[in-house]
């Protein structure tokens, strides 16, 4: 499974971005996708999770901001993000779980397959 991540830029305070994760090497999957973030010295934080149904979880920093999708044909996961500010800076990771979960969680130890990460850098 390979999962790779782009979109990173420096946007100013108030911009917008669409971060991509396009993921390969499976055949299907009926678990969960999930954007992650990382800040130098800090654990990594959940943002947001979809399941295969669609269904998805956001945590609370980025609720109302940032919306999760995904393009089941093209294989590739979405993180549309609006309304950015400098604390969203950060070392931003795309991860895979392609077993069946009742529900996805923000835990990043439930994800098996991860990308190498894409930066994002908000300036005021």
């Known amino acids: 499974v390979h999962v790779v991540e782009s979109g990173g830029d420096s946007v100013q305070a108030g911009g917008s971005l669409r971060l991509s994760c396009a993921i390969s090497?499976?055949?299907?999957?009926?678990?969960?996708l999930g954007w992650f973030r990382q800040v130098p010295g800090k654990e990594r934080e959940g943002l947001a999770v979809?399941?295969?149904?669609?269904?998805?979880t956001y945590a609370e920093s980025v609720k109302g901001r940032f919306t999760i999708s995904k393009d089941n044909a093209k294989k590739t996961l979405y993180l549309q993000m609006n309304a950015l500010k400098p604390e969203d800076t950060a070392l931003y990771y795309c991860?895979?779980?392609?077993?069946?979960?009742?529900?996805?969680?923000?835990?990043?130890?439930?994800?098996?397959?991860w990308g190498q990460g894409t930066q994002v850098t908000v300036s005021s």
């Open positions: 979809i399941r295969y149904d669609d269904t998805s």
């Open positions: 090497g499976y055949r299907q999957w009926v678990g969960c």
């Open positions: 991860a895979f779980d392609p077993y069946f979960k009742l529900k996805c969680s923000l835990e990043d130890s439930t994800f098996p397959y």
